[in-house]
């Protein structure tokens, strides 16, 4: 139970700007996906109270005619689906930014925001009392139109946590100057969003448990209030880490799973002395059941809210409830297609579910359930195409996806032993183990969508001239560097060095610093085997030691590495959100990065450069790996073209230039949906169902 809300299990949706709000048809059809697949409350994405609150143009404003357009849609979509959706109230303060309506952002204090990149205009008595009864109505419009619940955003840096803490809210009146009166706006908006809704409506605070700021108040201060929110009528606390100016990560990939649970759980064991005791939610890195389950078991918390998890698979408890967790599509925390779009206006997805946000444009193709390939009813259906797919990276893997649940046969050929293309290079870096279960998804889904698996098989042109078509997805190949006197010392491809990463010891140089190199440094200076990762269970402790120290000794790095690039950033092309904090952790372990440099030759002491003031410099080196970009490798497309087979080419095999496995498995979507209607199959034959629901947490 949340407040009055009797809830099917204790698994939420939690809340995610969609950049897409506005579209009432689109926003409806992607709650609806998430309701019926599990999700026991959707939160929805942060609707701004008023126009001061708004985080940018593509938030909806609750006192403005599209937000009940918007509302209505999403409200009718999951309600019809068996769902449930509460409301998130939303004000950014001095995360607004000015060029969105011309008005000034507001704030506690006048504290520069590195987010927004400017200054904000304290709250006088009239604008913090205009704001209150902005929530307040907010709050009532939210049960007049039909939402189950509503979540006040009082974390993450906005306007309600930066009354909270001290680092933004220098004030000496009522609303700050101390511990106590820093609670004063939070709990002076949780008054008047009660008043709105009436005490018998459920209310969500959502409220920091760790700032992870320097200067803020200290979690214990967080703790007490916490227990004042509960006391003054909150139904839940649902328990948010970090802002956006925070050096220490939170949701990216090199964050363990469930570290931050810990902080969830003292504000829960806090609770225990309170007047009133109410349900805390945990969220951040929790990316399957069996982990939330894990938590719920311990009594860390009483609901678990996962976020990007439904991104990548609208169907996790489904699934999972009915004994198929190897059916999910794992988020991978990449943040690539979802929150580094959420910062800028293009509309968010999901790289491992390209899908996610354009249900409309790819409904899903439902099959029959139970009814097989062999089933006597396929012989009534016209016989299905075939088509080929060259290559089961990425791009390769979701056309073969897509192109078998629209109903045709589909031959999946790499010339590896597995499946997965650069994805099992990936998942060897440490912090990306995930990515290794987008590959396990794809292993356990494309047979239950009857796709024939072919591996260690490198084809060629004539081995394909039977087929309908073929979608050549055979990826790239590591570009090339002539550098002088390379005899002189090992020089190895990057992909070499991930395929034995062990033999290279002592120092290493690693030409091109884009994302590969990046991460190539992150494989190399993992620790030697045996000898543990410094991975604390202390969330805070674990953030801090681990990416902070400079200390070699505490990694356990067994190599000295240095990146160098000729130009550019180095970890460019690597989303904002993480790339600050993959560069911090390499900084942390003494990886050095050199850009503007000019390659001269290998010598046997190491690679001598010119750097980016002219002087020449010996980077000493006992081996030197290139990973200086890709280049297409096409060439089965071109002898597909010379004996005249039809073919499509997606991925990395089709353009290089800026390649990310967004773009992969989009093209991968919009090649298998596209071919199979231009070749008029049928959807879902030979697909086998799910099992049984099972009981949830």
């Known amino acids: 139970?949340?407040?009055?809300?009797?809830?099917?299990?204790?698994?939420?949706?939690?809340?995610?700007?969609?950049?897409?709000?506005?579209?009432?048809?689109?926003?409806?059809?992607?709650?609806?996906?998430?309701?019926?697949?599990?999700?026991?409350?959707?939160?929805?994405?942060?609707?701004?109270?008023?126009?001061?609150?708004?985080?940018?143009?593509?938030?909806?404003?609750?006192?403005?005619?599209?937000?009940?357009?918007?509302?209505?849609?999403?409200?009718?979509?999951?309600?019809?689906?068996?769902?449930?959706?509460?409301?998130?109230?939303?004000?950014?303060?001095?995360?607004?930014?000015?060029?969105?309506?011309?008005?000034?952002?507001?704030?506690?204090?006048?504290?520069?925001?590195?987010?927004?990149?400017?200054?904000?205009?304290?709250?006088?008595?009239?604008?913090?009392?205009?704001?209150?009864?902005?929530?307040?109505?907010?709050?009532?419009?939210?049960?007049?139109?039909?939402?189950?619940?509503?979540?006040?955003?009082?974390?993450?840096?906005?306007?309600?946590?930066?009354?909270?803490?001290?680092?933004?809210?220098?004030?000496?009146?009522?609303?700050?100057?101390?511990?106590?009166?820093?609670?004063?706006?939070?709990?002076?908006?949780?008054?008047?969003?009660?008043?709105?809704?009436?005490?018998?409506?459920?209310?969500?605070?959502?409220?920091?448990?760790?700032?992870?700021?320097?200067?803020?108040?200290?979690?214990?201060?967080?703790?007490?209030?916490?227990?004042?929110?509960?006391?003054?009528?909150?139904?839940?606390?649902?328990?948010?880490?970090?802002?956006?100016?925070?050096?220490?990560?939170?949701?990216?990939?090199?964050?363990?799973?469930?570290?931050?649970?810990?902080?969830?759980?003292?504000?829960?064991?806090?609770?225990?002395?309170?007047?009133?005791?109410?349900?805390?939610?945990?969220?951040?890195?929790?990316?399957?059941?069996?982990?939330?389950?894990?938590?719920?078991?311990?009594?860390?918390?009483?609901?678990?809210?996962?976020?990007?998890?439904?991104?990548?698979?609208?169907?996790?408890?489904?699934?999972?409830?009915?004994?198929?967790?190897?059916?999910?599509?794992?988020?991978?925390?990449?943040?690539?297609?979802?929150?580094?779009?959420?910062?800028?206006?293009?509309?968010?997805?999901?790289?491992?579910?390209?899908?996610?946000?354009?249900?409309?444009?790819?409904?899903?193709?439902?099959?029959?359930?139970?009814?097989?390939?062999?089933h006597a009813g396929a012989r009534l259906l016209p016989a299905r195409p075939t088509v080929a797919v060259a290559g089961a990276g990425p791009a390769g893997l979701q056309a073969a996806a897509a192109l078998a649940a629209h109903g045709v046969h589909v031959v999946l050929f790499d010339a590896a032993p597995e499946i997965g293309g650069q994805f099992l290079l990936a998942g060897k870096v440490p912090g990306k183990a995930d990515f290794l279960q987008t590959i396990r998804y794809f292993t356990q889904e494309l047979p239950r969508l009857g796709v024939e698996i072919r591996t260690g098989i490198r084809v060629e042109a004539g081995d394909l001239a039977g087929f309908s078509h073929v979608v050549v997805a055979t990826g790239v190949l590591p570009r090339t560097l002539a550098l002088p006197g390379q005899s002189r010392l090992p020089v190895l491809d990057y992909r070499e060095a991930f395929a034995d990463p062990a033999a290279l010891r002592g120092r290493i140089a690693v030409v091109g610093a884009g994302g590969i190199g990046v991460d190539l440094a992150h494989l190399l200076i993992q620790p030697a085997p045996g000898q543990p990762e410094n991975r604390s269970e202390e969330t805070g402790r674990f953030a801090r030691e681990h990416l902070g120290s400079k200390d070699r000794a505490v990694h356990g790095s067994r190599i000295d590495v240095t990146l160098l690039r000729r130009g550019g950033r180095i970890g460019e092309g690597i989303g904002p959100s993480t790339r600050w904090a993959a560069l911090q952790a390499l900084r942390a372990a003494g990886v050095r990065m050199l850009t503007g440099v000019t390659y001269q030759q290998v010598t046997s002491e190491g690679l001598l450069v010119t750097g980016a003031e002219g002087a020449d410099q010996l980077i000493r080196a006992n081996a030197v790996v290139v990973a200086a970009g890709q280049v297409e490798n096409r060439e089965l497309a071109s002898g597909l073209e010379a004996a005249r087979v039809p073919f499509t080419v997606i991925g990395g095999a089709a353009d290089a230039a800026g390649l990310n496995a967004v773009r992969a498995f989009t093209q991968g979507l919009e090649c298998g949906t596209s071919l199979a209607a231009s070749l008029g199959a049928h959807g879902g034959a030979g697909v086998r169902p799910e099992r049984k629901k099972a009981p949830l947490p």
């Open 1 to 374: 139970m949340i407040g009055t809300m009797a809830l099917p299990h204790r698994i939420l949706m939690g809340s995610m700007h969609l950049n897409f709000e506005s579209d009432p048809r689109a926003l409806g059809a992607f709650y609806a996906e998430r309701a019926a697949g599990g999700a026991a409350l959707i939160v929805t994405g942060g609707a701004a109270i008023n126009r001061h609150g708004s985080g940018g143009r593509t938030y909806l404003v609750t006192d403005e005619g599209a937000f009940e357009d918007a509302a209505g849609a999403a409200l009718e979509a999951v309600h019809d689906a068996g769902g449930r959706l509460a409301l998130q109230l939303f004000h950014a303060g001095r995360y607004a930014f000015e060029a969105t309506y011309g008005l000034r952002p507001l704030a506690p204090s006048p504290v520069f925001s590195a987010f927004s990149r400017a200054t904000p205009v304290p709250m006088n008595e009239e604008q913090i009392a205009r704001t209150l009864e902005d929530f307040g109505a907010a709050a009532r419009l939210a049960r007049a139109l039909g939402f189950d619940a509503v979540e006040i955003m009082g974390s993450e840096g906005y306007l309600v946590n930066q009354f909270a803490s001290a680092a933004t809210n220098l004030r000496d009146d009522a609303w700050g100057g101390d511990a106590l009166r820093r609670q004063a706006f939070p709990l002076a908006v949780l008054a008047a969003v009660r008043a709105g809704t009436g005490l018998d409506f459920p209310v969500v605070f959502r409220m920091s448990g760790d700032d992870l700021v320097a200067g803020s108040s200290p979690p214990e201060e967080y703790r007490r209030l916490a227990s004042a929110l509960a006391s003054a009528g909150a139904d839940a606390l649902n328990i948010g880490i970090g802002w956006h100016e925070s050096r220490v990560p939170t949701v990216q990939a090199l964050v363990p799973h469930g570290s931050w649970l810990p902080v969830a759980a003292r504000i829960r064991a806090a609770l225990a002395g309170a007047a009133r005791q109410v349900p805390v939610i945990g969220s951040n890195r929790i990316n399957s059941l069996a982990q939330a389950e894990t938590a719920l078991a311990l009594g860390n918390v009483d609901f678990v809210s996962m976020a990007r998890p439904f991104l990548a698979d609208p169907r996790i408890v489904a699934k999972s409830a009915a004994g198929r967790p190897e059916l999910v599509n794992t988020c991978i925390a990449c943040n690539e297609a979802c929150i580094d779009r959420s910062l800028g206006p293009e509309p968010v997805s999901c790289l491992v579910n390209p899908r996610a946000g354009r249900e409309t444009e790819y409904p899903i193709s439902l099959p029959v359930a139970g009814q097989g390939a062999g």
